[in-house]
């Protein structure tokens, strides 16, 4: 693929990865692959802002070569140290031998650990410029979006926001531009992108968003560092960034995830589905052996609430009930409705667990958990009938 035009004078040249499945190690499944973005922007000087992955350093460079001759590239941008993004950087400063590092005060010492030091390097906060000759590049710090020394650089003059790592997806594609894919999946994965990684940070999420709205920053596009760009009313990724981080934004779904060892659990999710649906919400069952954890996670973005059931192994949960709770713990999906269900033989233990983990990620317990010894009577399954009734009802 050739570089790509954002607007006059600033070229997509980053790299496509079709083949990558796993994001942060196993816990995040990219189910279509990502994109390195990086951008070129060409003025009496030449910047590029964010790299790609080290891996893909060529193919970034063929595309930067139709434009210019890489040695002439005055600045290298790193907004965000995180090694999909400055994996590439030790290879730009060694072709672009005049270019200068430009990044937050925190970043330096990131990426002097990352990489060999050694390089000319600009440290710049929130309000910095640089004049490229009659293109302006203004920095703002966004710590915690999502590492601590993360900042967005604003191209004045074209009101383009190329802020790294927020307002991505992971997509891969030879479209470049969000109004040119199916939204359906745009969307998914927008939320599973902000669900499995920026959940945790939501308070900071909110007042950076608060911030840059404050100050009436203008923004006809914005360029993030995976997936596609938002040129047609970019703002309505903003806001849902903003509902998402207040919790505002939720659907008629209730989502029930649970293992089994001997059918008892998974009866019990049943019944428990069919007493949410008889309230009018909408049960996803998702029996977790089958199901990614990535994806419960960001099912539970826009969901009204969610229960977990495990049988009972050792006074336990089922181990593979436990990415799901890890999952609670780390992302803190803070105030989402929730509630625990399973079944035991001679000793509980199972749904007092899962309720420890919801709590611990400062979810809303809003029932004690419903167990059930052996397998559920008939007299039982409709007590958990009740049950899902009386969640779904609760959380409407």
Excluded at 26 to 41: E, F, K, P, Q, R
Excluded at 150 to 165: A, K
Excluded at 289 to 309: N, T
Excluded at 326 to 340: H, I, R, T, Y
Aim: with cysteine; proline share 5%; glycine share 6%.
């Amino acid at each position: 693929m050739k570089p790509i035009e954002v607007v006059k004078d600033v070229y997509w040249v980053g790299a496509i990865d079709y083949d990558v499945r796993h994001f942060h190690g196993y816990s995040y499944t990219t189910h279509h692959g990502t994109t390195y973005n990086a951008y070129l922007v060409v003025g009496e000087k030449i910047a590029l802002v964010d790299a790609v992955l080290g891996s893909f350093s060529e193919e970034m460079f063929s595309r930067i070569s139709e434009i210019v001759e890489p040695e002439k590239i005055d600045y290298m941008i790193s907004n965000h140290t995180e090694m999909d993004h400055s994996g590439a950087v030790p290879d730009v400063l060694k072709a672009m031998k005049k270019a200068k590092l430009v990044c937050t005060p925190r970043a330096v010492d990131e990426l002097r650990k990352h990489y060999p030091d050694g390089w000319d390097t600009q440290t710049v906060k929130t309000g910095d410029e640089i004049d490229l000759g009659g293109k302006t590049l203004r920095f703002y710090e966004a710590p915690m979006l999502h590492w601590p020394e993360s900042m967005f650089t604003y191209y004045v003059e074209e009101e383009l926001l190329m802020p790294n790592d927020a307002f991505g997806q992971h997509y891969a594609t030879e479209k470049r531009f969000a109004d040119q894919v199916d939204q359906s999946t745009l969307w998914n994965e927008a939320e599973k992108y902000y669900a499995n990684i920026l959940w945790p940070l939501s308070s900071m999420v909110q007042r950076k968003i608060e911030e840059v709205l404050e100050l009436g920053l203008p923004i006809k596009i914005i360029a993030p560092s995976h997936g596609l760009i938002w040129r047609e009313d970019p703002l309505e990724i903003v806001k849902r960034y903003l509902a998402w981080a207040k919790g505002e934004r939720t659907s008629d779904k209730v989502i029930i995830a649970w293992d089994t060892m001997w059918q008892s659990t998974t009866k019990l999710a049943r019944a428990i589905a069919s007493g949410i649906d008889s309230a009018g919400l909408t049960p996803l069952l998702r029996l977790i052996p089958h199901s990614d954890r990535s994806d419960i996670m960001a099912e539970l973005l826009e969901a009204k609430g969610i229960l977990v059931g495990s049988s009972t192994l050792h006074n336990d949960i089922l181990p593979t009930v436990a990415p799901v709770l890890s999952d609670f713990e780390v992302l803190k999906p803070k105030g989402k409705k929730a509630a625990a269900f399973g079944s035991y033989g001679w000793g509980g233990g199972a749904a007092k667990r899962i309720q420890r983990s919801m709590e611990g990620g400062k979810m809303e317990v809003i029932m004690e958990p419903f167990t059930v010894q052996w397998v559920p009577t008939e007299e039982e399954l409709n007590a958990a009938y009740e049950f899902g009734r009386a969640f779904a009802e609760a959380v409407k």
